[in-house]
């Protein structure tokens, strides 16, 4: 099993910044589930693949809505994942998970094996 849990969503400006992290737990975590990734989902819409990141921090991907503008980060010492998020847009509003699975391209392409609860991030104009 894999434990998640999100924070450091909240109401930010246009062109702000916020700070989002996950912090993971579980036996699955630490054999297997090692990479992580987040997600997003703004109303009427489905579920998108945000940005991974693999176990060492040497493989990132991006979505490239979010290319230049966010940056995932890691720090396996505190089993925890940062996402870095500059120059917020409106589109940007959506409640983001944060996930774990076996692989970056896995959660690139397939999604997540784990995932929190989820974290708001509101951006107004």
């Known amino acids: 099993q894999v434990q998640l849990v999100e924070s450091g969503g909240g109401l930010v400006q246009a062109g702000g910044s916020l700070r989002l992290s996950c912090a993971a737990s579980?036996?699955?975590?630490?054999?297997?589930?090692?990479?992580m990734g987040w997600f997003r989902q703004a109303p009427g819409k489905e579920r998108e693949f945000v940005a991974a990141?693999?176990?060492?921090?040497?493989?990132?991907d991006y979505a490239d809505s979010v290319k230049g503008r966010f940056t995932i980060s890691r720090d396996n010492a505190k089993n925890t994942v940062y996402l870095q998020m500059n120059s917020l847009k409106p589109e940007d509003t959506a409640v983001y998970y944060c996930g774990a699975g076996s692989s970056t391209a896995t959660l690139r392409d397939y999604g997540m094996s784990y995932w929190g609860k989820g974290t708001l991030v509101t951006v107004s104009s």
């Open positions: 990141i693999s176990w060492s921090g040497g493989t990132t």
């Open positions: 579980g036996r699955a975590f630490s054999s297997y589930y090692i990479a």
